[in-house]
T-cell receptor, first 110, second 115 residues
Framework: DAKTTQPPSMDCAEGRAANLPCNHS???????VYWYRQIHSQGPQYIIH???NNETNEMASLIITEDRKSSTLILPHATLRDTAVYYC???????????FGTGTSLTVIP | DGGITQSPKYLFRKEGQNVTLSCEQN?????MYWYRQDPGQGLRLIYY???????QKGDIAEGYSVSREKKESFPLTVTSAQKNPTAFYLC??????????????FGPGTRLTVL
């Protein structure tokens, strides 16, 4: 699986959009981009995934660049409960293993 | 309710003792995984199993053992050979869709402290 690069930490004001970037310049054509988040001392929670097209669900939006070398997770109206570590993962479906790096620690500020 | 359960949430053991961590899922998932997380670090894969009676080593399998006798269960034994067993242990499961996405669902974790 391709490796990803994320900033170690970010702040966001409550009620504003949080935009979390991820670089995956070595991604291959059959690899999906997944986003998870982990609130302290809990198991990671699945947020969203995508292959080529932008995706949106009730939690977030995922914007993938046309060359697929980077993506952005958007939390449209951040709340204090969104404070967590966010992991960007690139994964192909052979082997089914996921590689979790150190992620981005997002702090939502009142 | 469907989901993944891990028990216990907190576990204390004396050095040199083996300990088994439980993981059960009722999501009808084929694949199950064990990860270890140390403070301020990401998750590292210990073992994974794609089907019953089959499992593979992950990146840090030394000092650990697993079994997969039932689809719903994937217990992890931390043996006395594991040099630094104190950590947060996470179990996950997923489907095995071919040529499609396979998001992993995680349990709440077990925090193991070896005294």
């Amino acid at each position: 699986d391709a490796k990803t690069t994320q900033p170690p930490s970010m702040d966001c004001a409550e009620g504003r959009a949080a935009n979390l970037p991820c670089n995956h310049s070595t991604i291959s054509g059959n690899e999906y981009v997944y986003w998870y988040r982990q609130i302290h001392s809990q198991g990671p929670q699945y947020i969203i995934h995508g292959l080529k097209n932008n995706e949106t669900n009730e939690m977030a939006s995922l914007i993938i660049t046309e060359d697929r070398k980077s993506s952005t997770l958007i939390l449209p109206h951040a709340t204090l409960r969104d404070t967590a570590v966010y992991y960007c993962i690139v994964h192909k479906n052979t082997g089914n293993q996921f590689y979790f790096g150190t992620g981005t620690s997002l702090t939502v500020i009142p | 309710d469907g989901g993944i359960t891990q028990s216990p949430k907190y576990l204390f053991r004396k050095e040199g003792q083996n300990v088994t961590l439980s993981c059960e899922q009722n999501l009808n998932h084929d694949a199950m995984y064990w990860y270890r997380q140390d403070p301020g670090q990401g998750l590292r894969l210990i073992y994974y199993s794609q089907i019953v009676n089959d499992f593979q080593k992950g990146d840090i399998a030394e000092g650990y053992s697993v079994s997969r006798e039932k689809k719903e269960s994937f217990p992890l034994t931390v043996t006395s050979a594991q040099k630094n067993p104190t950590a947060f242990y996470l179990c996950a499961s997923s489907f095995r869709r071919i040529l499609s996405y396979n998001e992993q669902f995680f349990g709440p974790g077990t925090r193991l402290t070896v005294l």
